[in-house]
């Protein structure tokens, strides 16, 4: 009883970690797909050039871990609007097979890239010393990182869950996400909500790459080895929604661990059948707007 206790701790307590970085990288794409319409299977590029120039800034400018998220998420998300204003804006309410089309593109130019520039080999985040090792919780260890990871992750999305529920621009996010053409009728500028949005998730997927590379390593493949995992979380917390992914990234993230502890043989058989059937009992997603 106490070796199936102290299993289920630890399977509750990593699944826990890895949905918060699923949720980190996700939630943006939940908002832009809510808010724009548009089908940016790129959105994992995002996640994965983060946690590169943060490995890159750590190791080649010498910046400390700290520093380097926030450079890399910043650098990211001020790249992000160029992409946006240069590729995506076309395409809003266009097709979505030409959305597919050129983000999948992208994907695969980013792929190489990241090949020639960074290697072939995975890599992790250089963990700072004061957060290494184990923390004693309740007479169990547990790995500081991770406890770290987690407290991080759950701050952002409070701040997050704020920023959209009491404040000014979070009320123009919503009317947009409701009905945007009411919103520009309102004086809402939706194009630069819309430009502001895209760089504040691409800036978040960053943030998450890099805080998550010590549990997700990055690899010239990430953007298309965790793509159905990013779409798992938007379609079953619901798309335009802040809470949902949340809910939805850990219970994916604790299912997915069980999955592979338990029943590694099935992979993730189970979790895709259960995303299957609560997608057709709620079509829209646990918080989603339908």
């Known amino acids: 009883m106490e070796t199936l206790l102290s299993s289920i701790v630890s399977v509750m307590f990593h699944g826990i970690a890895y ?4 949720y980190l990288i996700s939630v943006g794409l939940s908002i832009t797909m809510g808010l724009m ?18 490995l890159s800034f750590m190791e080649q400018i010498g910046l400390n871990f700290y520093l380097a998220l926030v450079a890399s998420s910043v650098l990211v998300g001020l790249l992000s609007i160029i992409l946006e204003r240069l590729l995506y804006r076309d ?17 695969f130019m980013a792929m190489a890239t990241a090949r020639f520039v960074w290697g072939p080999l995975p890599q992790r985040a250089v963990v700072p010393l004061e957060l290494m090792g184990q923390w004693s919780i309740f007479s169990r260890d547990f790995p500081v990182y991770r406890v770290f990871l987690i407290g991080a992750g759950v701050t952002l999305f409070l701040i997050l869950w704020y920023v959209v529920d009491r404040t000014g621009y979070g009320a123009k996010l919503r009317a947009a996400v409701d009905n945007q053409s009411t ?18 998730g691409s800036g978040m997927a960053a943030l998450g790459g890099g805080l998550g590379s010590e549990l997700l390593a990055i690899n010239p493949a ?36 069980a999955c592979k502890y338990y029943i590694p043989e099935f992979g993730a058989f189970f979790i895709f059948v259960a995303m299957t059937l609560l997608l057709l009992w709620r079509p829209a997603g646990l918080l989603g707007r339908g």
């Open 183 to 200: 919103a520009q009728a309102i004086g809402i500028n939706t194009n630069r909500l819309f430009t502001v949005t895209f760089a504040i």
């Open 222 to 257: 990430y953007a298309m080895e965790y793509l159905v995992y990013f779409l798992i979380v938007v379609a079953v917390g619901g798309m335009g929604s802040v809470k949902g992914p949340f809910l939805a990234a850990l219970l994916l993230g604790i299912a997915d661990t």
């Open 37 to 54: 319409g548009f089908v940016n299977l790129a959105h994992g590029v995002f996640a994965m050039i983060g946690g590169y120039l943060a």
């Open 91 to 107: 395409l809003y309410g266009g097709d979505e097979l030409e959305q597919v089309l050129l983000t999948i593109g992208l994907v």
């Open 19 to 22: 949905g918060i970085v699923l």
